[in-house]
């Protein structure tokens, strides 16, 4: 079971220990109600499973929301006793790093693998909702298609040039001061959370409608995160050129939802303003150079 | 692609920026002058100034600072209305900006879906209540102007005509719609419409201001955001104030001691017109006759 030390503003919505003896610690089942679909749009229903944890003495450590996905796996049978299928669901490194788990919860959007049960259902008998993101294609049940984000990072070179015909050597020294700005930006594991909560951003099922659909502020901030680095910066122009055109920064709402969301505390509006510095700026040159 | 989709995203950023810079100059601009002297119908009354000209027993009988707000008031509106220069290129700008700013923000708006219910935070309310103001706002100032400037009385309730000439008691009529000042059913319904309008366009313009500073990139760190906030959260409240005290003030001026002094005044006005020709005319005379004589 992960031990996650969960800070996120998202869990204190359902928190809520109870003192009886079913309580946090003790043994109880659970409702989990999932809304599941064959694809994107069909058959969608909701189901709902009962998951039973073990007291605390008989586990280790904290039980999350994968977890319980995987002891429905092994025996999927809803509350009403019909036999269903195992939940369809990404994951992958357990511990909030890697962004794939991501769902929405109880209303709203977060990991699950970091998502204590013990947090959002401490007593016997209550309820867990699961849900898809709503902003991407449901591939099935919980899996979603977050290709159109992948395809943004893409559109602003979220990469460092490091490829050519000869050595390119170390790279440029940093600053202290930059690096923390840089190392905080690096965290972001594209999971999607500000996506899914930013008003902005709206499903887009058409593949060939992503170039002017809103990039997001993962994406923004990404831009900010390698034109900030000495070799990344050499591709400045063209990042500030996409995020200058539709889809772009100036489809920004300001309602400043990504920067609540972000698990990884991204200083998300922060990013988007000094984009938006940027951008302004390099419009400008661009109007009295011609270049 | 549809035509009119490809000319947005061909001028995707001179759009959106014009967008953003007509929100400030002209119209906001225009709405810190507007509220300042329409709330001169509070603050009239301890402008000494207003009453100098006026005659004593007037002032004294409908009261010194009645006749200093409704006097302030008035000189303001016919100063605007009389010595302004160009007023009507002033008059297509704002309405171009405004037509341009409320268009383009309806676009605009309609590429957002509004998600409070799930995410209750206070600056996801402010991003929902912007686009909600914006609706409301054009459509009261649509009716404002076309009732008052346009003349489009059949819209006012008493079907009174506001006249620059009698500024406090003829929008007092409009706003609680009878001749007498009185007040109607439909004249509070009008005053409330007032009331929500001026509160919406007064929050829109705050709001916007601040969110314009980081569009423009001019806010970047949470604490230079928020610093910029406590601003435009001051100038938004001294705004509503003014706002809200012009409306206040009109709709509860005594409409007949206004009417007294806006007609003192306008005596008083062609009195002046009169005066300063018959003083020059003469010397010029007699100095023509002078020179023909000699
Ligand atoms: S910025 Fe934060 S919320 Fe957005 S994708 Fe990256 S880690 Fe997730
Ligand atoms: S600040 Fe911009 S990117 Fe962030 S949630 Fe709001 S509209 Fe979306
Ligand atoms: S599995 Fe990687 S973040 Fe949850």
Redesign the interface.
Known sequence: MIQSNDDTDLATDTRGHAANGKGPSGARTIRVRIKRADSHGKNVRWEEFKVDLPSAGERDGAINVIACLQQIASNPVTVDGTRSTPVTYESGCLEEVCGSCTMVINGKVRQACSCLVDDYAPNDGDLITLEPMSKFPVVRDLWVDRSRLFKALASVKAWVPIDGTYDLGEGPEETPDEQQTRYKLSTCMSCGCCLEACPQYTLEEDESKFDESFVGAAVISQARYFNMHETGATMKKQRLDTLAGPGGINNCGNSQNCVKVCPKEIPLTESIAAMGRSVTLHRIKEFFSGR | MTNDQSF??KH??LL??LHSLTGIVPIGLFLIGHLTTNSSIIWGAINGRATHAMDPELVEGVGKATAGQVGTFQHEVTFINESVPFLILIEITLWLSIAFHSILGIY?AR?????TK??E?Q??W???L?RISGYVGILFIVYHVATLRWGWTWLIPGGTKWDYEYASSTLAMALKGSETGDWTFLGVLVSLLYLLGVTMLVFHFANGLW?AA?????????KA?RNWGYVCAALGAGLMAAGWGALFGFLFVDVQAAKDIEEEMLRKKSADIVEPEAVSMIPATEHTLVAIEA
């Open positions: 947005m995203n995707h950023f959106r920026r605009y590429t957002g879906k509004a998600n799930r995410y935070y600056g996801n402010r991003y929902t912007q969110t980081i569009t423009w990139g001019v806010t970047i760190t949470a955001q």
